[in-house]
């Protein structure tokens, strides 16, 4: 009977944890929720670890369109809130390590003596109404989410009719107690401008893209160790 009251009792506890530290908010429940908006192709299990040191398993999936990390609870879709990022630590998804950088969460790809942190982000492209024989309405133009929802329904998560997403991607180095970032191959060759010799003779041998994720972090560590 004790034993069968102190499960109740941690249940009860983890229960009051996810309602009281994570400020959430919910997301319109549709069947047509357009999946090419998170970084994973469906929910996965993970696990947020809090910086007091508590874990708590989840469902588990992020948002390219609105930058945040969604969970499941009782069968709703549920985001962490920005002003809550503090109290979290690391979110584990699929043996990927996801920390808060700027309100918002970004991957660590690499940690060593410098870490290296992708944000995963997008724009919307208008694409315009059709008007036949493949044509359009209108100059296809990019814009970002917060543009195309300034007004209405933030929390919907489907995109407009003729609107597509155009992601991309952000890297930060932490590196000497600078954080910097670069969004092109030239950035991050202005960042090591004392070691461009190296830098050209890597990038000659490789052809590493900014696409390339191993890549980069092949290249920078070949920076740091020459």
């Given at each position: 009977?004790?034993?069968?009251?102190?499960?109740?009792?941690?249940?009860n506890i983890y229960c009051i944890i996810m309602s009281s530290v994570i400020s959430i908010s919910s997301y319109a429940q549709e069947e047509n929720i357009e999946m090419d908006q998170f970084l994973f192709p469906k929910y996965t299990q993970g696990v947020i670890l809090m910086r007091s040191g508590i874990k708590n398993e989840t469902l588990l999936n992020y948002t390219i369109?609105?930058?945040?990390?969604?969970f499941e609870q009782n069968g709703k879709k549920l985001a962490i809130a920005p002003n809550e990022l503090?109290?979290?630590?690391?979110?584990?998804?699929e043996n990927r390590k996801?920390?808060?950088?700027?309100?918002?969460?970004?991957e660590l790809l690499s940690h060593s003596k410098w870490d290296l942190l992708i944000e995963y982000k997008c724009e919307v492209e208008d694409v315009g109404a059709s008007t036949g024989y493949g044509g359009t309405s209108e100059t296809t133009a990019t814009r970002s989410f917060a543009t195309i929802y300034s007004e209405g329904d933030n929390h919907q998560l489907k995109l407009p009719d003729d609107h597509k997403l155009k992601p991309y991607v952000n890297y930060w180095l932490k590196n000497k107690g600078h954080l910097d970032q670069f969004t092109s191959m030239r950035e991050l060759k202005k960042l090591y401008n004392?070691?461009?010799?190296?830098?050209?003779?890597?990038?000659?041998?490789?052809?590493?893209?900014?696409?390339?994720?191993?890549?980069?972090?092949?290249?920078i560590e070949y920076l740091e160790s020459n």
């Open positions: 009977m004790r034993l069968h009251n102190s499960k109740n009792k941690m249940k369109l609105k930058e945040q990390m969604i503090r109290l979290i630590d690391t979110v584990f998804i996801f920390i808060a950088l700027n309100d918002v969460f970004v004392h070691k461009a010799d190296i830098y050209k003779a890597f990038l000659k041998k490789h052809r590493v893209k900014y696409d390339d994720q191993e890549g980069i972090i092949q290249l």
